[in-house]
């Protein structure tokens, strides 16, 4: 089965960089999408393909992909970038994929 | 404006059925690729169904092939999701979520809030 890893937890200072990982065999072969999830709310994009950031999203937002790890990173962290971020890419063979999910906590 | 609005979820019995329903807004359902998400209390994103725009092609997670059945109402522009066999371990909000586009690895660019299906005896 196809399998995206991501860090249980990540934390960060405020105003400082935080970096969460996805990582897979070969991931650099695939697009790689990624969303945030605030409790009680539906996924929201933030990052597609790789490194493309949807109309709404800050710049603060950007991702990278490449090997075996893709990489979503926001730059000066806020308070309400506190969130559960999950990696999905589709696979020919396993369809949609889903990382298990980072839980972002901002100190 | 695009809108996805679920319904249908509720509390079933092991071994039930039950059908869910998305009705979509702002976009016509059949140019577009549409997936069912579910997300059991305190887990991650799990995907369960994805219908490619047209309905010409559907898959299905392994853990649903066989019991659940996604289709696409064009006349009344609603995503459907009918489930068999149910298992207390279906129990999750199952939200619809639009693709960018009718392309199978487009990114989910639009989601419902979800509907909670509760299976338990």
């Known amino acids: 089965s196809f399998e995206l890893t991501q860090p249980l937890s990540v934390s960060v200072a405020l105003g400082q960089t935080a970096t969460i990982t996805c990582v897979s065999d070969n991931i650099g072969h695939n697009l790689v999408h990624w969303y945030q999830q605030k409790p009680g709310q539906a996924p929201v994009l933030v990052i597609y393909?790789?490194?493309d950031r949807p109309s709404g999203i800050p710049q603060r937002f950007s991702g990278s992909n490449s090997g075996t790890t893709a990489t979503l990173t926001i730059t000066r962290a806020q308070a309400g970038d506190e969130a559960d971020y999950y990696c999905q890419l589709w696979d020919v063979r396993a369809a949609v994929v889903f990382g298990g999910g980072t839980k972002l906590t901002v100190l | 404006e695009v809108q996805l609005l679920e319904s249908g979820g509720r509390l079933v019995q092991p071994g039930g059925s039950l059908r869910i329903s998305c009705a979509a807004s702002?976009?016509?359902?059949?140019?577009?690729?549409m997936t069912w998400v579910r997300q059991a209390p305190g887990k991650g994103l799990e995907w369960v169904s994805t219908i490619r725009g047209g309905a010409t092609m559907t898959f299905y997670a392994d853990s649903v092939k066989g019991r659940f059945t996604i289709s696409g109402d064009n006349s009344k522009n609603t995503l459907d999701l009918q489930m068999n066999s149910l298992r207390v371990e279906d129990t999750a909000v199952y939200y619809c979520?639009?693709?960018?586009?009718?392309?199978?690895?487009?990114?989910?660019?639009?989601w419902g809030q979800g509907t909670l299906l509760a299976v338990s005896s």
């Open positions: 979520a639009k693709h960018l586009n009718g392309l199978l690895p487009s990114p989910f660019d639009s």
């Open positions: 702002g976009f016509a359902l059949n140019s577009y690729a």
């Open positions: 393909r790789d490194s």
